[in-house]
Nanobody, 123 residues
Framework: QVQLVESGGGLVQAGGPLRLSCAASGRTFGSYAMGWFRQAPGKEREFVAAIRNGGSTYYADSLKGRFTISRDNAKNTVYLQMNSLKPEDTAVYSC?????????????????WGQGTQVTVSS
């Protein structure tokens, strides 16, 4: 069982940066594939980025170049660095985990989810 807790959300002006963190419980974090998703009001959950247990990364095409996913296995934490934020990035951002080594872009492929953190980008 893995518990995930996101932090770092908040209100930011358009063009600004924000870094989200997702802290995981347990001693086997390094064996988990991790992902970030977001959900805006009235929209479906959307894939943002994924990182394999070895550190290789994969991004939604529309977010490449602005968002960076990383992980620190010693701290049981995965990060999402978001730069040049736009009002359309406003959403609840959630991290997810799966005990596997692949890339997963579909929510149903993940076994564990955090509660989410709100990101609001003002224009």
């Amino acid at each position: 069982q893995v518990q995930l807790v996101e932090s770092g959300g908040g209100l930011v002006q358009a063009g600004g940066p924000l870094r989200l963190s997702c802290a995981a419980s347990g001693r086997t974090f390094g064996s988990y594939a991790m992902g970030w998703f977001r959900q805006a009001p009235g929209k479906e959950r959307e894939f943002v980025a994924a990182i394999r247990n070895g550190g290789s990364t994969y991004y939604a095409d529309s977010l490449k170049g602005r968002f960076t996913i990383s992980r620190d296995n010693a701290k049981n934490t995965v990060y999402l660095q978001m730069n040049s934020l736009k009002p359309e990035d406003t959403a609840v951002y959630s991290c997810a985990a799966r005990r596997d080594s692949g890339f997963y872009t579909v929510p149903r492929n993940y076994d564990y989810w955090g509660q989410g953190t709100q990101v609001t980008v003002s224009s």
